[in-house]
């Protein structure tokens, strides 16, 4: 059974740091690219970052360039986002997501991905 889990959101002063993991089960991670989108509150889902299998070729929504870095750890089948310089309108439930295909080529790639976790929640106020 194909699954993802995410973990590591959390309560964050502005400014601090958070970093987001993606463990995959039911499939072998490093095949394939992932990707990470939030949704908040009344807003749409959008696309945070995608990295892609092989390649490890990395995109970025405009305003995490700088901020986010997305990595995988094969060997944990894991994919991470570590996002810095956190902002309150990063407050959102952030998500990863594949279609098991090996590249993507924007940071939205997978909004109609076939294969989501559930969720971290990740606030950022004081």
């Known amino acids: 059974q194909v699954q993802l889990v995410e973990s590591g959101g959390g309560l964050v002063q502005p400014g601090g740091s958070l970093r987001l993991s993606c463990a995959a089960s039911?499939?072998?991670?490093?095949?394939?690219?992932i990707g990470w989108f939030r949704q908040a509150p009344g807003k749409e889902r959008e696309g945070v970052s995608c990295?892609?299998?092989?390649?490890?070729?990395?995109y970025y929504a405009d305003s995490m360039k700088g901020r986010f870095t997305i990595s995988r750890d094969n060997a944990k089948n894991t994919v991470y986002l570590q996002m810095n310089s956190l902002k309150p309108e990063d407050t959102a439930v952030y998500y990863c997501?594949?279609?098991?295909?090996?590249?993507?080529?924007?940071?939205?790639?997978?909004?109609?991905?076939?294969?989501w976790g559930q969720g971290t929640q990740v606030t950022v106020s004081t």
């Open positions: 039911g499939f072998t991670l490093d095949y394939y690219a």
């Open positions: 990295i892609s299998s092989s390649s490890g070729r990395t």
């Open positions: 997501a594949t279609d098991r295909t090996r590249y993507c080529y924007s940071s939205s790639y997978y909004l109609r991905g076939d294969y």
